[in-house]
């Protein structure tokens, strides 16, 4: 599954996350990734296809790596997905799935909310991506499965909030694309009817070391832009963008999700 961090040996006591734990006949990996988030953990991790346990532990490798096919438990709630096995825990980042955050390292990967459950309708969420120093982003995509064409992923200038491309059902991205600027906001906007696996986007930031001036849209990608949407479609977008907008990008305000370094 992409994102797990790995799987590992559970010895018992004390175990490699020892924040909390439930136990569910409904499990899946992003109900237990979910709960720990709410509950303000940064690692989830499923053991025995029914396990769920949250947790801060940076040793959580503790008792030893164990080979990923000793995590292929299936979960309760899902059986196409790995929860774990008997003694073994699958862990993953909390950050995976989530409706927004923000991310200023130099590299990661943004997982489309409820990820790698299906994405939920309705959804409005937003990502700032601003790595200061950087002349350039380089974007790929892993993984594009979007349902149709209300539904989309956006990326806008992080400075002005234009819409520098737009993708959907109909209009997929290219593999790989470059966008000249360090401050990108991506976007996800589901309508309330369809769904799908959604979407995993790799950013990798590039720092040049001679001065170079910010070119606004890679011309390519500017290409690609549509500029026509639905009037239900801009209204959730320019809601959610205004707060951007009153958020100091240098200062994100405390209430923004996940400040990610």
């Known amino acids: 599954v992409p994102g797990n961090l790995g799987c590992y040996k559970d010895h018992g006591e004390p175990p490699p996350l020892t924040g909390t734990s439930e136990t569910s006949n409904k499990l899946t990996i992003q109900t237990c990734i979910s709960s720990c988030r709410s509950q303000q953990f940064k690692f989830a991790g499923m053991e025995s296809g029914y396990a769920c346990f949250c947790g801060n532990n940076p040793d959580y490798w503790r008792y030893g790596e164990a080979a990923s096919t000793e ?14 096995g008997d003694g073994r825990v699958i862990l993953f980042d909390t950050l995976i799935g989530a409706c ?23 959804k409005v969420c937003y990502w700032t991506i601003q790595v200061p120093g950087a002349s350039r982003i380089h974007f790929s995509f892993a993984l594009f499965e979007i349902k149709d064409a209300t539904d989309m992923v956006e990326l806008l200038d992080g400075y ?3 819409v520098l491309a737009r993708f959907d059902g109909k209009n997929r991205p290219p593999h790989t694309f470059i966008i000249s600027l360090d401050f990108v906001i991506l976007y996800f906007f589901s309508d309330e009817i369809n769904q799908a696996q959604g979407f995993a986007i790799r950013y990798k930031a590039v720092k040049d070391n001679v001065h170079q001036n910010k070119i606004p849209v890679n011309q390519t990608l500017s290409e690609k832009i549509n500029e ?3 009037l239900s479609i801009n209204a959730a977008r320019s809601s959610k963008i205004l707060y951007v907008i009153t958020t100091s990008p240098s200062h994100p305000n405390s209430s923004m999700p996940g400040n990610i370094t």
């Open 71 to 84: 995590c292929n438990s299936v979960c309760f709630g899902d059986h196409t997905q790995p929860c774990g």
């Open 228 to 230: 026509q949407t639905n």
């Open 160 to 162: 002005t909030y234009h």
């Open 100 to 122: 927004g955050g923000n991310y200023t390292s130099a590299t990661a990967v943004i997982y489309s909310p409820d990820f790698p459950d299906t994405y939920g309708t309705g």
